[in-house]
């Protein structure tokens, strides 16, 4: 069994193609297929799950509560050791 520590190596070890696929895996596994990718100027954010983008939605709290990482790498291996970080609910108002 894999130490938390070595888990992060391992992932880290990974290039971008294949934190793809694992985050495709997870998606299909407990989000019902769902992730998604954001790629800003200076950053990246990964969650399960989608952004609440129907009318009166909360899309934008929801994307702004996701961490952000300065590589899409760092973001996918972020989201597959988080504990199954989902799109986050928006704050109540």
Known sequence: MLTPADHTKLLRSFEVDRLLKLVT???????GGHYTIFAFTTEYKVAFGTPDIYPGGTAYAQVQAMP?????KEALVHVLLADKWSMPAAADN
């Open 68 to 72: 952000q990482f300065p590589t899409l």
């Open 25 to 31: 895996l997870e998606a299909k596994r407990l989000h």
